[in-house]
């Protein structure tokens, strides 16, 4: 694999699908990641965003935990409560030092036959909801612009994949991280080293910075803001259906900035029942295939276990 020394930009403006195509290959067969210029999300709604998360996390812990995360994955995780157990990537003892609010897919009831559908859970906070769903709506298109490109990148002949991004699992995670002491023990993270589960992930940051890209040596390079600009990288799902063409790549985030951070990654992701296989034009299948509900019930009901017991212990106290 080769070696890279920093993040590439990406810009979506004024080139056809073919230049794009070979950008992103370039991209995320070396990366897997890099940062989006152009993307036509208004910086007026990311501004919009943020102001919502800083509002959400700055309200008492007894309002916030009135949306506790539930089993389908939306709502309020604490901090101190989300240990990667799955990780393999780090030999992480220590719960991430990092709480979140999950936003997912808005279904009108819980449909046994899809795994994490449902409604979601909504904190008591004025303007909150429209600006999500905005937002969420916004990423959603930009996602599958993003999954087209991505698509031709992999050299993938039939675009039929698509269709499971019809009714995509999307999750929007507004998370904040408190700033870590200069000298805290060094597997203490924000967010432990990890691979993301899905295709894309789409994210926006503030200027603090602490998002760090692993090179295939094993150094960690830097992702600090970059004005107008999305990190976009591929998960373990597209790195499949690319057939390894298209990388999955560990990141972690330590803030030692002195100063609270925040993001707001959006996960875009195909239907839970989608069958994950490497795809037609991507050579001799390297994947046995897999159906997403399945390798996401495993990924997230271990952490789930972990997040119910230190749920148990924040509301006794
Ligand atoms: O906060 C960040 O910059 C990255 C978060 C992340 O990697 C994740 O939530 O999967
Ligand atoms: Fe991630």
Redesign the pocket.
Known sequence: MTEFTEIPVLSLGARSDAELASAFREAYGTTGFGYISEHGVPQTLIDAMFDAARQFHAMPMDKKMAVAVNKTHRGYIPINTSTDVNSTLADVTKPNQ?A?FMMMREDATEDPAVYLSGPNQWPDLDGFRPVLEAYAQAMTRLGRRLMRIALLAAEVRDHSIMDAFDTPTIWL?L?H?PPQPERSPDDLY??AP?T?FGCL?L?A?DQVG??QVRTPAGHWVD?PYKAGTL?VNVGDMLHRMSNGRLLSTP???INRSGRE?H?I?F?FDPHVNTQIAPLPGTGEAQFAPIRFADFLRAELEAAYEVHQQERDEVNST
């Open positions: 990092s979140s995670r998370l991280y924000g967010s990890h993301d992930t994210l940051q602490g998002l992702a990190v990141h972690r985030v951070r993001s990654p996960f």
